[in-house]
T-cell receptor, first 113, second 111 residues
């Protein structure tokens, strides 16, 4: 039944050690999003893909990269995690870019030691 | 100034109470308004969606939008302990998919 799946649910990495978070979807939606949510803060959009077109938010740090090899999967790569990158990372999908409903995954909680 | 302001709470109410959650916003181009519910350690799930001004009711939940005041509300009637969660308002303009979220209000309903 899971529609947006994120792995792992909890990730611990060391300062500066690259990490990859994974998202997959069974909805066949065209758009996939990555959000960063810090404790008691609003989710912050990092980037989104409309199909294979990549859209980066202006204030997303260069340390964050993303890949979407096919419709179902999307990856978030953090090249050199810092302590400030510890957060919940949420993946979401929507059918089309202007669709109202974004379906969120359960999130990956990243800890940086 | 943030585009969307939401009182973070925490808000604690007894079971059965009527809960009012609110957001204000500054961008007059926002046309679509949503409320998401987020349980602890889970992703947000869409609860209510409203286009432009007006009211929408779904069971115990009512969403209101007043565009003239740039103010939206979510009312929960007969609140239940299972309603304990963080409620996030979100909104977007007509074109594009970018959602702007409030910071969320943490609600606890006590049995």
């Amino acid at each position: 039944d899971a529609m947006v799946i994120q792995n792992p649910r909890y990730q611990v990495t060391q300062f500066g050690k690259p990490v990859t978070l994974s998202c997959s979807q069974t909805l066949n939606h065209n758009v996939m999003y990555w959000y960063q949510q810090k404790s008691s803060q609003a989710p912050k959009l990092l980037f989104h893909y409309y199909d294979k077109d990549f859209n980066n938010e202006a204030d997303t740090p260069d340390n964050f990269q993303s890949r979407r090899p096919n419709t179902s999967f999307c990856f978030l790569d953090i090249r050199s995690p810092g302590l400030g990158d510890a957060a919940m990372y949420l993946c979401a999908t929507s059918r089309v870019a202007s669709a109202d409903t974004q379906y969120f995954g359960p999130g990956t909680r990243l800890t940086v030691l | 100034q943030k585009e969307v302001e939401q009182d973070p709470g925490p808000l604690s109410v007894p079971e059965g109470a009527i809960v009012s959650l609110n957001c204000t916003y500054s961008n007059s181009a926002f046309q679509y308004f949503m409320w998401y519910r987020q349980y602890s350690r889970k992703g947000p799930e869409l609860l209510m969606y409203t286009y432009s001004s007006g009211n929408k009711e779904d069971g115990r939940f009512t969403a209101q939008v007043d565009k003239s005041s740039k103010y939206i509300s979510l009312f929960i009637r007969d609140s239940q302990p299972s309603d304990s969660a963080t409620y996030l308002c979100a909104m977007r303009e007509t074109s594009g998919s970018r959602l702007t979220f409030g910071e969320g209000t943490q609600l606890t309903v006590n049995p």
